[in-house]
């Protein structure tokens, strides 16, 4: 077949060629298409973005975005979590629609996840009574590479929170630059005030339905809320029963590595934000909201750094030292939260400098750093309010969307720096990709990496210091240029067999005939 293997050898090296001409290509050149010509913006802005009663077109990247927003509300206006992760979103990636309105279309396609699966969880109780859960799993996205994302386990596990979570992960995920998707699961169960026999018979139900759509390089599931490294140890232990494939390169499926990744990621963001203002994490009195695995872990940390931890709290209350919590003191706490179901208020006991419960309100401690690692939307307008008029002078998140929309514009106002969770909650996909035999100096090699990113492109896009925006902005653009390239792929296919097969028609017959008499042969 000369002349289809010509044609493929002239289209190959004219990409090479274009290849090794060009320089190399990032996120923020018009290689990569965020940069559009005038003609090819215009060929854009007049496609409909929607097609319901009437073509709906948008003008500007703003107009893009709230036309976005309210096909969000129109679809899934009873999952107002979801709505908030959209609304926000959509307000950093507002400027790239602008350069490249193609962009837009992308991130409708993006509001949707690929999959999202609800089944029920029955289980045994001790009491010899069944008792049902909901079981989810959302793969909302494998355009970069098989799915990865954190179980939640707890009483506010539902369709909503599941969603808003997966749609947050797709960005934060893609900012790592790693070839993994994003995913999240969990159920609505309160592991709180089950026995440990209970929580393995309810984890062995779970994993019995969740095995049909996970494993080793289709979807690998990561510690959260509510599970930990026992948990996982039940997950694994039933996935290896009925599966026969449990690793992938040598490494286990499911494998509870290193649980404190997490909350130690987060520090090191924070260590990165105070160098990028020419100070340090030493001495600095840190607010910490939460008790579980993330602040516990981060809380340890701080003290590596040289900073003073005050605080934890959880359902009954908060604990707050004066002085700061040494190694000593830490390891009390873990000793006590480790026990399921365990609350703070007893380390009083253990305690005779800890205050419980005040003052009135954890927010009216002074402090320099908050790192909010507890429930989603916890730090409100008044909260930041409060935090700005103590002193603080930093929010940086240790869990999933504890800041609210509102609670980021009044940081903004107050001059606080804001740490999202999009860039803060990396540690664990990072780890993963470093393997657990990875040094903390590789660790913070790759968060000073996806730091710097972060930063450079939101002062590309007029944002300078605005860490979510430019970690929405690098997440959406590497998952919508992959995205993108799969598709160009198709459409050059497609051009160079019509070039091929249709203006060439007697040398695609030679080529058939020629293949008839060698087949006959």
């Known amino acids: 077949a000369p002349s289809l293997s010509i044609a493929t050898r002239t289209f190959s090296s004219a990409a090479a060629e274009e290849s090794s001409s060009s320089s190399p290509r990032t996120l923020l050149t018009k290689n990569q298409n965020v940069h559009s010509n005038m003609a090819l913006s215009k060929s854009w802005r007049n496609k409909p973005l929607f097609r319901r009663q009437g073509d709906v077109r948008f003008r500007t990247g703003l107009e893009a975005a709230n036309l976005l927003v309210n096909e969000a509300k129109r679809r899934d206006a009873h999952e107002t979590q979801f709505i908030q992760s959209v609304e926000s979103t959509m307000a950093c990636l507002s400027p790239i629609f602008e350069r490249n309105p193609r962009y837009a279309f992308v991130a409708k396609q993006l509001m949707e996840p690929e999959r999202f699966l609800q089944f029920r969880v029955p289980w045994l109780d001790d009491t010899g009574v069944i008792r049902m859960n909901r079981g989810y799993r959302i793969q909302y ?6 799915y990865y994302g954190s179980l939640h386990f707890g009483s506010h596990v539902n369709s909503n929170s599941i969603k808003s979570l997966g749609f947050d992960a797709v960005f934060s995920n893609g900012l790592t630059g790693y070839n993994v998707g994003a995913a999240v699961g969990g159920a609505d169960i309160n592991t709180l005030d089950k026995s440990e026999a209970e929580i393995q018979r309810f984890c062995q139900s779970y994993m019995t339905e969740l095995v049909k759509y996970v494993g080793p390089d289709l979807d ?71 008790s579980g695995k993330v602040a516990r872990s981060l809380a340890m940390k701080l003290l590596d750094f040289g900073a003073i931890p005050l605080t934890f709290s959880d359902a009954s209350g908060f604990v707050y030292e004066p002085e700061g919590m040494d190694e000593a003191k830490l390891k009390t706490i873990d000793k006590i939260k480790d026990d399921r179901g365990a609350l703070l208020g007893r380390y009083i006991i253990a305690s ?153 028609k007697m040398k695609v017959h030679i080529v058939i005939a020629e293949l008839v008499i060698i087949d006959s042969q």
């Open 352 to 504: 005779t400098t800890a205050q419980f419960n005040d003052p009135a309100s954890i927010l009216d401690i002074p402090c320099d750093l908050c790192f909010p690692c507890a429930a989603m939307n916890d730090i409100t307008e008044e909260a930041v309010t409060k935090l700005a008029d103590n002193g603080c002078m930093a929010v940086i998140e240790g869990g999933k969307s504890t800041v609210t929309l509102e609670a980021r514009s009044i940081l903004k106002k107050r001059g606080l720096l804001y740490g999202p969770h999009t860039l803060t909650m990396t540690g664990s996909a990072i780890k993963n990709y470093l393997k657990p035999n990875a040094g903390d100096e590789a660790f913070a090699a790759e968060i000073a990496r996806i730091y710097s990113d972060t930063k450079n492109t939101a002062k590309e896009f007029n944002a300078r210091g605005d860490l979510y925006l430019g970690a929405n902005i690098s997440g959406f653009l590497r998952v919508a240029n992959s995205m993108l390239a799969m598709g160009q792929y198709e459409l050059i296919a497609q051009e160079m067999l019509v070039g091929i097969f249709l203006s060439k």
């Open 220 to 290: 690998l599931p990561s510690m959260g809320m509510g599970v930990g490294e026992k948990e996982f140890g039940y997950l694994f232990g039933q996935y290896k029963r009925i599966s026969i494939k449990s690793t992938s390169g040598g490494q286990p499926f499911l494998a509870a590595n290193c649980p404190e990744a997490p909350g130690v990621g987060v520090v090191h963001y924070a260590d990165e934000m105070m160098k990028d203002k020419g100070d340090t994490l030493e001495g600095k009195r840190c607010l910490i909201i939460g």
């Open 141 to 146: 996205s494998s355009s970069l590479g098989p």
